[in-house]
T-cell receptor, first 117, second 108 residues
Framework: DAGVTQSPTHLIKTRGQHVTLRCSPISGHKSVSWYQQVLGQGPQFIFQYYEKEERGRGNFPDRFSARQFPNYSSELNVNALLLGDSALYLC????????????????FGPGTRLTVT | KNEVEQSPQNLTAQEGEFITINCSYSVGISALHWLQQHPGGGIVSLFMLSSGKKKHGRLIATINIQEKHSSLHITASHPRDSAVYICAASYNTDKLIFGTGTRLQVFP
């Protein structure tokens, strides 16, 4: 069974540009979460989606948005890129639960390394 | 102040040593996760626990709910155990609050 996949692996963008990052969860997983990891720090929560609905949003500006598709894959969009957006963006999936109770381990993708110049 | 605190930040050990990494959290949680991150970024979930103790191979994770404290132990450490170990807390959702990580280096 394939694990969580993310694309692209690496990306270089210029300040002010827009970027779309993609994530495909493990088959059968309905919950997808996005995290930003700046070099030397622990990951920070950006969004969680379950069954195509947003379940949680971290402390990130409105330049960050996401969505989940009917096949449970997800996109993270970042507009008006800043130098500080340079980071490893991680996607994690789990089966999820209808009542939000965390009952399952999360499985992480390899990440997309975004560099903003 | 981070809701999840880890210690130590850095740890070096000789092969074969017993290793302990500690994690404390500030409020009640639904579950505590231990994860491993290798250079290059990939994160692997090691344990998810809400009470007691779990063991997988040479790894043992314990949690004390009353003291809001968890430990990850590695027995008979090996150079391939070298990685960053991160604890993370989940509350009412799948959202994880991560600690800052412990960088472990095991030398032959």
């Amino acid at each position: 069974d394939a694990g969580v996949t993310q694309s692209p692996t690496h990306l270089i963008k210029t300040r002010g540009q827009h970027v779309t990052l993609r994530c495909s969860p493990i088959s059968g997983h309905k919950s997808v979460s996005w995290y930003q990891q700046v070099l030397g720090q622990g990951p920070q929560f950006i969004f969680q989606y379950y069954e195509k609905e947003e379940r949680g949003r971290g402390n990130f500006p409105d330049r960050f948005s996401a969505r989940q598709f009917p096949n449970y894959s997800s996109e993270l969009n970042v507009n008006a890129l800043l130098l500080g957006d340079s980071a490893l963006y991680l996607c994690a999936s789990s089966p999820g639960t209808s009542d939000s109770t965390p009952r399952y381990e999360q499985y992480f993708g390899p990440g997309t390394r975004l560099t903003v110049t | 102040k981070n809701e999840v605190e880890q210690s130590p930040q850095n740890l070096t050990a000789q092969e074969g040593e017993f290793i302990t990494i500690n994690c404390s959290y500030s409020v009640g949680i639904s579950a505590l996760h231990w994860l491993q991150q290798h250079p290059g970024g990939g994160i692997v979930s090691l344990f998810m626990l809400s009470s007691g103790k779990k063991k997988h191979g040479r790894l043992i994770a314990t949690i004390n709910i009353q003291e809001k404290h968890s430990s990850l132990h590695i027995t008979a450490s090996h150079p391939r155990d070298s990685a960053v170990y991160i604890c993370a807390a989940s509350y009412n959702t799948d959202k994880l609050i991560f600690g800052t990580g412990t960088r472990l280096q095991v030398f032959p």
